[in-house]
Structure formats: C-alpha cells, structure tokens
C-alpha cells in the first residue's frame, strides 16, 4: 500500500485513497471536494490554495510565487502543483471553497402566448383492433395506423429494439398499448411500446448547462407544470472555472472525457434528486431539453470544442442531432431523447437561442434586445422579421475573476456597495462576513467611487483625494472597502487601480458590442423598446448605476428587464412544444452573427467606452455625475 | 471431468468437447458438422440417423421406431433423442449428411433498363475550404453545403459518433474528407467521414436468406460489378429444416437467439470468404441489401416469427427499418447499414418482392407473372398497373420431403428420370451413386409414370401393369427406381403410392394458386406474355413435364422462362439504386395479397387438379397421354 495514500479534506472531513503522485487537486475531484481553479491546473491563477495540516509534501517553485513567507511556513501549497508523497490531512480555507452558490432559478415570468402545446415527447394510448384473415397488417403497420389516427398522417419509424419487443408487447396487452413517440425533424419516431394505458405519466427535463451552474426542472409534460428545480455548480469548473481553461484542458490527451463526464454527473444527481423529490424514477423522463453556450453544448454531448477558441472560431456543429440520452451516458429512461438546442456561432450559444425564444424576440414585431453578461457579453437583437448577434469578450471581471478580491456571486461575496464620506456599507450573499466581491458588488464600487469623485471619470484614482481608505501597497493605489477585522479572512478588501482598469476594459466591451451591433444595424438605442438582461449576473444589477458607469445604454429604466435564467425558460418551453423547438433551429439559422473581433466599428467604440460613463456624453444624458 | 465428453463425428473427423446430457444434435452443432433435421429435433420426422461407433449411448424408445433392428444393433441412433453420456465417436452416413448442396447463384440474366445508379452508400470526395473568419460556419454546415453541392438540396444528418470525430478528421486532413453518405425514406445520412480520397473503394453485399441456402454477392458499388458470389446451407436448419420446424423452435423460450445467431454466422462466413478472395477487408463493406421471406427476414433482423405461423398470419414488420449492420452482429464496416427488402404479407416475403423486381413486372405494360416454388409456392402477377399475389402451402415434397426416398437437391439426388418399358434411366446431381430423388427428379417420375400408364390419371397405380419394377410392401404399392445394388446406401430408391399422394397434393395447390389468383384478376393464361419460374427448384425443371402433370399451366413454352435466384438479383438492384430500393418499398406496399387459406375458389380448384393433369382437361389442351 505504500505506492497509495489517503487524503482527508477538511472541514468537509471527506477523504479519497489516492495512487502516489497524483496532485491535490485530483484527490480533491475524489474525494467530491470543491477548490477553486480558474486556470485549469495550470499553476497560473494562484486559486487553489490549500494549507497542509498534517503529512509532508514537496514544496513547489510555482507555487511559492502566490504565497508569503509565513503562509508557506503554515503550509500553503497549490493544490494543482503539489503532487500526494504520503498521507494527508488538507484545510480548504474559505477562500478556495465553492460554497453556496447563488443559483439562477427564477426565469422569465410572463408566460409565452400562440406557442402550441405539443410536447416533444407524447404518450399515445391506442387500443388497436385484434388482428383478422382479413386484416392481417403487420404489427408495426397496425401501430402506425393507430398513431395516425390520433397524430395525423405521418411516417412512423421504430428502432430496431423496440420493433424486436413489439409482437409480444402487443399481445401481452391484448393490442391495448401506450406508443411513446417522439418528432425529429420531419418525421415521428417511435421510442418505446408500453403494455397498456401508461399515458397518464410523461415527465421532462429542462437544463440550463451554465459555465458556473448546471440548473434543471422537472416538469410533466402533458400539463407543462413544473415539478420541481434544483441546481448545482458544474462539476467542470475542477477542470477550469471558465471556458477557456476548460476548453485547453479538454483538448489535451484524454482531457476531454473527464470534462464531458463531470457535467454528465451533475446531471444525473440533480435528476436523482429532482426524481425521488416527486417519488417518480429517472426512468419516467422521457425527454431532455439542454441549453448551453456553444462550449457547454459541445462538452456535454462529448464534441471536442478546440476549434471553437481559436481564430476562425468554427464549432463542431451548431444543430444537434437530437439523440437517447443513454448515448452520453444520461440516465434517465433507455428510450428517452436529449435535444441539445442550436447555436448560432461559436460565441453564441444556445442559451442565446433560448433566450430569445423565451423573450419573444423572434415573434415581437417591436425591435427589442436580449443581453447575457458574464465572461463573455452575449447580445442578440431583433424582431420577427430580423435577428442579429454577437459576443464581446468581457474577461472574468464580471465573474469575479482578474479582480484582487474579486469572488463569483457565492456565500460571503460582497454584492452591493455604498460609500457616504469616508463611510463604506456593503451587503454580503447570505449576510455573512465579506470574504471578497463579486461582480455587481464591483459595480456598484465604480459607481460610488466616481460618483464620490474617488477615482475620476478616466477610471484613475484622483490624486487629490484625501480619503483614509485611499492608500498606495506596491506603487498601485488601492481602496479598502472592507478592513481586516470586518472580513471572514482577516485580510482586508480592496479595489486597486488595476482592478478598476480590468473593470473599464469589461464594461467597455460589452457597451462597445451593443453599440456596434445597433449601429450595424442602423437604429438608434430608442428604437429598442425593450432590453431584457438575463443570467445570474443581471439579476443583481443595479440598472441606474450600471447605466451610470456605462454598461448598459441611457434607455429609461422601465425598458430594461432582468429576466433570469433565460435559458433555462427557453429549454423548457422547447421541451413542452414541439413548435417552439422547431422555432429555436430557425432562430439559429436565421439569426446573423457579427464577429466583433473582426470589426473595426467595434475596436473603436471599444476605445471610445473606456471612459466614465463613456467619451461621448450626449450618449448618457441622464447620467448626473 | 467426469461431466464432459468428447464427440468425434466421421467421416469428417471433427469433435468438440460438451457438456453431459447435451444431445447429439447439439454436439454436432457444436463440432459444425451438419445433421439432417426437418422437425427441429422434436424427434418426429427420422432424419437424424446416426450411427454410434464407439462409446455408449442409453437406447431411447422414440428412436427405436425409426430403425429395424439390424440397425438397432449396429448401433443407430437419433442425434436429437440421444444424449451423450461417454466419450462417442460417431458416424454421420451419407443419407443424414447436407453436403454440395446445389447453391442457386445464377441470375436473372437481362439487365435492366432505366434504374438510376446511385447506389444506396455513395462515397463522396470533397475538397472543402478552410474556415475563414468570414466563412467560420460549424464543421457539420461547411461538411452539408460540400455533399449539397454534390448530391443536391438535401438535410444531412449525422450520428452523434460521427460528429464526435468530425473536427478532429477535418483538420487532420486538411479539410479534404470523403463521406460516405446513405439515404433513409425521405433523409440523408452521413454514416462516415474518411480522411482524404478513399471514394473508389465503396463495395455492397446482396445477400438471399433463403430457408436452405444463404447467399451473397460482393458487388463494386460505383460500377455495379460483381466481384464474387457464394453460398453455403442456411445454418438454421440444425434448427429444423424447413420454416415451420424453425418457427416452432425460435419462439420456444431462449430459442430466437440461436436461431438469429446462426443466419448471422452463414453471412459472416460468406462475408470473409468473399472479402478475402479479393484481397479485401470486411471493413470496406459499407451496405447491404438482404432479402428472403417473411420469416427468414423476421429471424435476420432477431424478430419473434411466432405469429406469422399462426392464423390470422400476422408479421411483426413488413417494411423493415435500415440498420446498422454492427446491430445485429453483421460483421461489416461499423458505419455499414443493412436494409432488408420490404415484405407483402407473412408468406409473400421479400423474395417475392426482389423478384417482381428483377423481373421488372411493377414496370411492365403487358401482364407477367412470377412463381417461386418450394415448401411454399409464391404467385406474383400484375403489371405497371397492379399486381396481386398470394401464397400456397405445397407441403415438403418438391424440396425431398415427406416421400420415402425423397432428398433435397444435393450430391447424390436423382434429377432426372426416364421410363421405357421396364427400363428406367436416371441422372443423379454430381453423378454419383443415387442417394434419394428429388424434387425435379420427382416431377419426372410421376410424368413417365403416368405416360407409360404405371400410375392412372388419378394418381393411382394401375393394377393392370405387370411391371416388375411394380411391387407391393407392407400392404403400400411401390415403384422401384433404382435397385439396391445401384445405390450408394444399398437400399432400393423406390416411389410409393402415398408419395405420389403427396406429390398430387403438392401440385394441385401450386396449379390452384396460379388459377385462383388468374381467376381473380378475370384473365385467362392466355393473356399472361411470361411466366417467370425462380428459386432453385425451378432450374432444374422439365418445363413441358412440368405442364404434362398439371403443375404450370398449359402455356407456349416460350413464354415460361427460368430466372434462377430473382431473390438475389433484386438485393443486387437495391443496392445499386436508391430508386430501386424505394420501388421496393412502392411494390410491397401496392401488392395486394389474396390469403387462399380464407378464399373458397382456392378449395376449390385445389381439389380439381388432384388429377393428371387435371379433372378439366380443358385446360392442358397441348397434353398428349
């Protein structure tokens, strides 16, 4: 056993049994214990520190950059870079945990008017005549006359093991079945005979598979109720918390199934709680809905998704085949399907798609928009004439990331600031010690400093500022929101001059893509009568003073609505209407995709957006500071 | 190892190692040494003669009434009833074996005009351009605009394996791939992508199921050439010889695998000996097009055939899905698809179908008709109009059963004979020393009978002939064909009254299919251009035999024409052509199938031709005796 050791996370006090040499890291991903990773296990984000109880390990040169002297006395290591030599007992501090994360659940409340209510999968009860010498069709032609009878004049398909089971099924049931039937396309499947009347009992499954979280509902299908929904951080993030890193790590050798399980994994479990919540088995669903980005959808049915980071930006595919979910190892029933929704572009994905069908874009004769902030600004807009799109590259700061104390919205991250003087008052996600900040909380720090008049309409701090808080650490200038003794760490939290230069950069480019895309398509920010921000991020944003920092465009505040999980809206409504699914691939297809990065508009009102609230102020007229 | 036993089966010289208790029959099956079986081991029909040379066997009763006791005492045996308790050696003689059947491989000789060549996997080479940030569409889209431009405006579809490997093949191959395309009903899809030019390697299998014999036609499926063609005993009937006996043991319970797993096995075998005649791999099979009858078609695919055997006669399927080969064991490449031509009714299968048209009467202006004749006797006619069949049970007696010294038609057979006086002159498939008669062999048999006025125009024998060849044996009369010290058994070959019994019967069904199914249509033979006689039996024919004793109709000679395996030349034109595929499908489905089983005109004339030729001589004005 010497060649095998244990390692035991604390505080979960969850260990794994480990071969001799694999990184903490790993042994954390056995033992079902969260650490941060922005970089996928690369050794450059410097997230996932953990400290060393007990056992011994190799100090690593890579990682002695990321801690002090006295850290790396207590015993800070990071958990990418250090190899198990021997048995272990590892803290995980606050800092590197993924506790309690805020999850997007509410979605779009208004309820979509004119979509039929066809589900993607149907239960069908036929009690078929009794063969005759006189009609003595086949037994799969008998169903299918049956089926179209009900379902209209189609063509009915059958696989090869369900028509193996059919004669017996048939005749144990004395011709008295359920047929489940699915539409692919322009033709109608057959996935399963049932003996009897089971039509009584068709569930679905919605998910938004997020970059951050993987969310899903349970709904029955015949009545659209939804049943239940549950979240999880995706399990992929111990492979590199954002898409990129993810994506490297996926496209080296043997990379991409672990990142393509791990999400697989999420499902299942929330469909196992989602299931037993409602006394119902995972076999009872029938049919998934996903939407994702374009990488998420590429991960989650196994596609190998190098070729979507790199110029030209090309994906494996943008229309899913739809497929049993047991091919990717899905459990749910062993006929049930998975639809994955379309994407439009490599950077537009199907959570877009969805969004837009969710919204009713694509059906609004009035001009709106639909925007998703997080690494990256997703934005479509349109009408039921016309869509267009495109994606701006926003950087993590949104999501907590490139930001000294900057944290994703979970437990202890500060979320809404005020500063009064030299007074600062914050509120933390779940009211707990500030343990750093998450993006709206940034938001809002921008807003307060320059309304303060802290830092200065070009995004640097004001020299002649006198504010206590205001100090400089290293020759960069930095403010403290919160002091050691306020936080859960005990270090303090600050924003520094670089910080608020990422921040600028962030907000820059998504205003850039918006402005760009309505100017492509020659309108003015007026014409847009409505602009709904999805995603978890738009949730907690302060719309004033997004507006005021020249993130979202100076439309009156009405105009703009938070709308949820889009996406997850979107999945569901695909998954209750056959029309609306068929709708999403339109919108794929008919939707036209700006590449920004090739769009010299787009680099120029990025430059032009590296102001507070931006270099042309007749585009903020309401903006009073 | 006390409970297994070694069987050594001469005068092959074969053995395999079984379990105590197994049968006989099973260790033959288990050393591939073939055992004559008609009733599926039920221990009824005595065609399992084995004698034990060493080692003992319990004596069983039901064995003991198919031996006299000299061969009792020499050691003869039922190979279904005994079990093996010891170490056996066991000799197989002549009368039990199957071996040089005469495999039907000949074909339908005019080619026919007017079929599209697009065969139903085509390869297709495409250079594609390499993604540009202007051009970044998804690897599936630039893949599906390449095969549009090639094949035209179709939706390609794609599995979810294919996919997984598309942008990996894209790029390793610069972006010039062949894919290899299938059409499905009203869909295309992409079954493969290869990288670079692999387009001149796209080869097909046709493949006849038929009830005794399997076999198959390696084609080059850009030119339609035919590279190879073999055959080998349908493998089943170690699972009883003819449909009925297979039926009853595929749905006795676990009995439908075994019964499937060994057509699949004749195909496998047949599939490595072609390919490896020709220097090819498996691998570069991308098709097969399979036909047979119902039956053989349902157990192929691993369909329970039960209620096809019993009234009201209903199959599982009549159209059959397309398949992967790989599904059921097939082994040929694993993106290669199977299509199975579409049946009419339960005993007017594929076969029929394949021969309608190789035949090309679903396209001719003038009436044809198509006879397939065997245990059952299939009656096709129509022209491009319509086309009605329908399906007689002719009892064993054309394939050498249910007669005395009746045998299919292998070595050793007596096909042909002739009367004259006392004498009687013979001709045995292979030349060898007579074994048994068959089928053709007894159509002439009772011809010259009944010419020479040995046998009555009522099927009798004439107890006026002082033939000595004439005798009488246990109260039955009996005419001797061939003495013992000719044959290779030492027992006279003789034909007796209740075999010419059968032989009427036989007949007069055949002849009560055609009338009744003329009669039905309100035409006479006259208005029929050509009869087209397929199937093995039909070879070997005497036409004008054939007509003397009432079996064809009385017809100008010209107008009967032999087509040799029809079954085998339509798999070959599906293969070649989506259009002849799909026209496949058009006959099935517009055949209209008359079930004589429930049809009083059938009674009817059935018993009026129980006569020679029959009881209205009307009706055979050209027969002169």
Known sequence: MADKFQVRFMPDNRSAIVEKGVTLAEAA????????????????????????????????????????????????????????????????????????????????????????????????????PQPTIEDNVSDIARVSRGLRKKLGWHSYEISLSC????????????????????????????????????????????????????????????????????????????????????????????GLNPVHEAVIKNINELISQLTSEKNLSPEDIMAIVAAGNTTMSHLLLGLLP???????????????????????????????????????????????VAGVLACGISESPQVQGLIDIGTNGEIAIGNLDWLV?????????????????????????????????????????????????????????????????????????????????????????????????????????????????NLMKSKGAIFAAIKSLVDYIGLSFDSIETFYVAGGFGSYLDIEKSIAIGLLPDIPKERIKFIGNSSLTGARYCLLSEAALEKSVVISRSMTNIELSAYQPFMDEFVAALFLPHTDRRLFPSVDY
Chains 1, 2 share one sequence.
């Open 29 to 128: 991903r056995q033992a079902d214990v969260f650490v941060k990773n922005l970089c996928g296990g690369e050794g450059v984000c410097g997230q996932c520190r953990v400290k060393i109880l007990s056992g011994s390990v190799e100090p690593d040169e890579q990682s002695m950059a990321f801690f002090s002297q006295e850290e790396l006395e207590s015993g800070y290591v990071l958990a990418c870079q250090t190899e198990v030599l021997d048995n272990l007992e590892v803290l995980i501090p606050p800092e590197t945990r993924m506790e309690d994360a805020k999850i997007m659940i509410a979605e779009v409340e208004e309820g979509r008017e004119g979509l039929t209510t066809v589900p993607i999968v149907r239960k069908i009860y036929l009690e078929l």
């Open 163 to 254: 028509l193996r089971r059919l004669s017996e099924n048939l005749r144990d049931a004395d011709f008295k079945i359920t047929a489940s039937v699915a539409k692919d396309k322009n033709r109608y499947k057959i996935l399963r005979i049932d003996k009897g009347d089971t039509s009584h009992q068709t569930y679905g499954l919605a998910v938004d598979v997020g970059t951050t979280t993987v969310v899903a509902q349970l709904v029955e299908m015949g009545s659209g109720k939804v049943l239940g929904v549950a979240g999880s951080p995706n399990q992929q993030a111990s492979f590199g918390e954002d898409v990129i890193s993810r994506t490297i790590y996926a496209c080296k050798e043997g």
């Open 306 to 352: 190098c070729s979507i980071r790199l110029e030209p930006y090309v994906p494996t595919a943008d229309v899913y085949p739809q497929i049993f979910a047991r091919e990717i190892g899905i459990n749910i029933n062993p006929e049930g399907i998975l639809e994955t929704l379309p994407s439009v572009s490599s950077y537009v994905g199907g959570d877009i």
């Open 389 to 501: 799109c495109c994606s701006a590259s926003a950087g993590p700061a949104f999501e907590g990331g490139g930001t000294r104390c900057g944290m994703r919205a979970t437990r202890g991250a500060i979320e809404k600031v005020e500063i009064s003087g030299d007074q600062v008052s914050y509120q933390t996600i779940g009211n707990a010690k500030p343990r750093g900040i998450c993006g709206s909380g940034l938001i809002d720090c921008i807003y307060e400093l320059v309304k303060n008049q802290i830092i200065l309409p070009d995004g640097k701090f004001n020299k002649d500022c006198k504010d206590p808080r205001l100090t400089v650490a290293d020759d960069i200038p930095q403010y403290t929101i919160a002091y050691p003794e306020e936080t859960e760490t005990g270090e303090p939290i600050v924003i520094t001059q670089s910080d608020i230069d």
